[in-house]
């Protein structure tokens, strides 16, 4: 493989009407990329074309339309734009305008010399006009407000912007915080993280600021950060799943089929195919193409691995085994993730029409009256610890007399291969599906009826998922999984008993008072006080040497700087001097 050199990796040229283009981020990439991941034009064009055949029936008509500029279709693509400009007139809701202005204002910054005068002026007296860009409620809302911002006072001028329009009275323009988010963001990671609505609103807006910013130096930045961010979502990456922890998530039930963030990350690492989506249509427009080694730590899962994180406050785990990854946090801090999925394992399961996570919490939720789209199970922290070493994940429970729901909630998707139900006998069910073998052990010994249905989903279940209880007040509950292939066997059935009889023989599962201790078919022993020590194999854990993110290809200590590596070619993004080395 040739040495690639350090180079200026964005360039930029000005074009009639004011408006910046990029060449294709591809070309200022020299290594070549494998046959097994060379399919991101494929996926790209897809999604261009797809758009094009229809641009007025897409939902995000303002992606829609400048998919049609990529290709040529000027005419078509300017129909798109002043049909996305008509409903702003009439249709703006509060709270999520943003969600429009950011494609809006990208589009006439780096399209502005095929619109009309008449429509530019229409969204310049809305963006001049609007009054919430100083909005911090949400990571996403905050994100978009320093973004549309920015690009507006860039494309329009300052000069007719309200008072009221000002993001903050000492910086108009959200220059500045757009620059310690942009710096925050490459040395943290980004908010939101993993979440499956809200992530790509944290993370493609950089992206319209690394094209079409007019300062040469943020525009670097936000490349760097842009493809920081990306490289430390990329080992959870699992054709089509993201087997990690969310920030901030919902529902509970999921399939395989990319959504939101899962479709951004489809685009760039491949996967089942996802519906169309403005966030996808978004990121194709903008045509950034991953470098190689961001795309092979996103789908090299040829042999099992564990990958790290500390977004946000929480220390998340992953284990990946090529069909299937099992993940967790292990709390230090007593945080309730109200709007997140639990911990669990998500599996290769190309059928979408099935579910295929099965998650144990702790449920902050669980009747209709506090469930809906965005108000999950969640996880309730006061009532349990975690602590995951490779494919075991340890749940410790204590609930008090205070506590709503005063069980440990688990939820099985329908669609195994086989399944064995020693629940009421021993504490234990086994299941198999394709891809995973998956055991659940539980000091306190429950009921698992199958037939049962769903009591308040948070989402739309399929007819034969089930889900469980386990009463407290104190127990403590065990996952472990194993891919199919490390047992033989003639049938589903004869594998998942192999199995069976290893979680049996090979495992134990313990509680004294507050403290919990699963020994592992493997021999590990993973063991957690309640919110309190962690211990692997006999040695504390030390959550204050957790790094950013760990994996076999991306490493970052907290702050930066972070390198990619798959073991001859290295890439370093460094965080003071804004470069990436390339050896």
């Not at 961001?294 to 691995?305: G, T, V």
Request: proline share 6%; hydrophobic share 40%.
């Amino acid at each position: 493989m040739p040495k690639i050199k350090r180079r200026d990796f964005l360039r930029a040229s000005v074009v009639a009407g004011g408006a910046a283009t990029l060449l294709p981020w591809q070309n200022f990439f020299s290594a070549e990329t494998s046959a097994a991941l060379s399919s991101f034009q494929q996926r790209r064009d897809w999604v261009l074309d797809a758009v094009v055949a229809e641009p007025l029936k897409q939902k995000e008509l303002y992606w829609a339309a400048q998919a049609c500029f990529v290709r040529g279709k000027t005419e078509l693509g300017l129909k798109a734009w002043q049909e996305a400009v008509k409903r702003e007139m009439v249709a703006r809701v509060r709270g999520v305008e943003l969600f429009n202005y950011w494609p809006a204002i990208h589009c006439i910054a780096k399209w502005g010399h095929l619109l009309d005068p008449e429509s530019k002026s229409a969204i310049k007296k809305i963006l001049a006009t609007f009054t919430e860009y100083k909005d911090m409620r949400t990571s996403n809302l905050h994100t978009l407000a320093c973004v549309t911002r920015y690009l507006a006072g860039q494309a329009f001028g300052e000069t007719d912007f309200v008072e009221a329009s000002h993001f903050r009275p000492n910086d108009h323009n959200a220059a500045k915080a757009l620059r310690q988010l942009i710096e925050k963001c490459a040395r943290e990671g980004f908010g939101e993280w993993a979440s499956w609505p809200y992530f790509v609103k944290n993370i493609l807006p950089i992206l319209s600021i690394a094209e079409l910013a007019a300062d040469a130096q943020l525009r670097n930045r936000a490349f760097i950060a842009f493809e920081s961010g990306l490289a430390q979502n990329a080992p959870f990456w699992l054709h089509g799943r993201w087997a990690m922890t969310t920030g901030r998530s919902y529902p509970d039930i999921l399939s395989q089929k990319p959504w939101g963030g899962p479709q951004l990350l489809w685009l760039y690492f491949g996967g089942t195919t996802p519906d169309l989506g403005g966030n996808l249509i978004g990121a194709a427009v903008m045509d950034y193409k991953p470098p190689r080694l961001i795309e092979l730590a996103a789908s090299d899962r040829a042999k099992p691995f564990t990958a790290r994180s500390h977004f946000g406050k929480n220390y998340q785990t992953s284990f990946l085994d090529r069909d299937y990854g099992i993940f967790s946090e292990a709390q230090t801090q007593v945080t309730d993730w109200w709007q997140s999925y639990p911990f669990g394992v998500m599996w290769n399961e190309p059928d979408t029409a099935k579910h295929s996570f099965l998650w144990l919490t702790a449920p902050m939720n669980d009747s209709k009256a506090d469930i809906s789209g965005s108000h999950p199970h969640g996880v309730y922290a006061k009532a349990q610890s975690n602590l995951q070493h490779e494919s075991a994940v340890l749940y410790v429970f204590q609930f008090t007399e205070n506590t709503k729901y005063p069980y440990a909630l688990g939820f099985v998707p329908g669609g195994a291969l086989a399944f064995v139900n020693d629940a009421l006998d021993e504490g234990k069910i086994y299941l198999h599906y394709r891809g995973v073998l998956i055991a659940l052990s539980s000091t306190n010994k429950f009921n698992w009826n199958r037939t049962a249905g769903i009591r308040a989903p948070s989402g739309t279940p399929n007819t034969d998922d089930s889900e469980f209880r386990v009463e407290g007040p104190s127990l403590v509950m065990a996952i472990e999984c194993a891919h199919p292939d490390e047992f033989p066997g003639a049938s589903p059935t004869e594998k998942l008993a192999k199995f069976r009889d290893a979680i049996r023989v090979k495992t134990k599962i313990e509680i004294t008072g507050a403290a919990g201790r699963y020994s592992s078919r493997k021999g590990n022993i993973i063991e957690r006080v309640f919110q309190g020590e962690a211990k692997i194999n006999g040695q504390p854990v030390d959550f204050s040497q957790w790094p950013m993110i760990d994996s076999p290809w991306v490493k970052q200590p907290r702050c930066g700087p972070l390198t990619l590596t798959d073991g001859r070619e290295k890439r370093v993004y460094d965080f003071e001097k804004w470069t990436v080395a390339v050896s």
